[in-house]
T-cell receptor
Framework: DGGITQSPKYLFRKEGQNVTLSCEQN?????MYWYRQDPGQGLRLIYY???????QKGDIAEGYSVSREKKESFPLTVTSAQKNPTAFYLC??????????????FGSGTRLTVV | AQSVTQPDIHITVSEGASLELRCNYS??????LFWYVQSPGQGLQLLLK??????LVQGIKGFEAEFKRSQSSFNLRKPSVHWSDAAEYFC?????????????FGRGTSLIVHP
């Protein structure tokens, strides 16, 4: 079955460390997104990518980095510069293009905790 | 900038009762509109979407939503709530910008269902 796989489901990070969250999709979707979810704040866009080797910052990109070397993969690195990284991270993908708006498929998320 | 407002943080209903979750958006034209549902610790699942045409949209799990241009609203409804509907619900808008479509999510409404 096609879908988005996020791994790991739970991740613990020591302060000062970088960690990378994996997001893989086999939907042949062009666009991929990373969101951060905090209680009571909904989803906030971190980065998005509409084509391979290209990506744009979202609303809260500081302290994060991404790459899009393959269409299927959009890993997110939470760097030590992110001061409050404990959150639930969601990856999504969509059929992007001028017609847009087909809705988004979400992964099941990664819960990151700083210890 | 576009925004999405879900004015109710929590909604409590009894099982079997009707439900209406509110969503308002700010945008000059008609955006693409979505409702998603999220179970605890999971990703988001698309319930329904509105692009154009009939303003009453049917979705999965017995949900429907009505687009009202005059009120800039897209409220989600269900005639009879089941205990399994307890979850977090997100309204999202998708507005075209230079050939791209980037979604903006509301902060979510938590639905509590009493037996």
């Amino acid at each position: 079955d096609g879908g988005i796989t996020q791994s790991p489901k739970y991740l613990f990070r020591k302060e000062g460390q970088n960690v990378t969250l994996s997001c893989e999709q086999n939907l042949n979707h062009d666009a991929m997104y990373w969101y951060r979810q905090d209680p009571g704040q909904g989803l906030r866009l971190i980065y998005y990518s509409q084509i391979v080797n290209d990506f744009q910052k979202g609303d809260i990109a500081e302290g994060y980095s991404v790459s899009r070397e393959k269409k299927e993969s959009f890993p997110l690195t939470v760097t030590s510069a992110q001061k409050n990284p404990t959150a639930f991270y969601l990856c999504a993908s969509s059929i992007e293009g001028s017609t847009g708006g087909y809705g988004y498929t979400f992964g099941s998320g990664t819960r990151l905790t700083v210890v | 900038a576009q925004s999405v407002t879900q004015p109710d943080i929590h909604i409590t209903v009894s099982e079997g009762a009707s439900l209406e979750l509110r969503c308002n958006y700010s945008y000059g034209a008609t955006p693409y509109l979505f409702w998603y549902v999220q179970s605890p610790g999971q990703g988001l699942q698309l319930l329904l979407k509105y692009f154009s045409g009939d303003t009453l949209v049917q979705g999965i799990k017995g949900f429907e939503a009505e687009f009202k241009r005059s009120q800039s609203s897209f409220n989600l409804r269900k005639p009879s709530v089941h205990w399994s509907d307890a979850a977090e619900y997100f309204c999202a808008v998708l507005i075209p910008s230079g050939g791209s479509y980037i979604p903006t999510f509301g902060r979510g409404t938590s639905l509590i269902v009493h037996p």
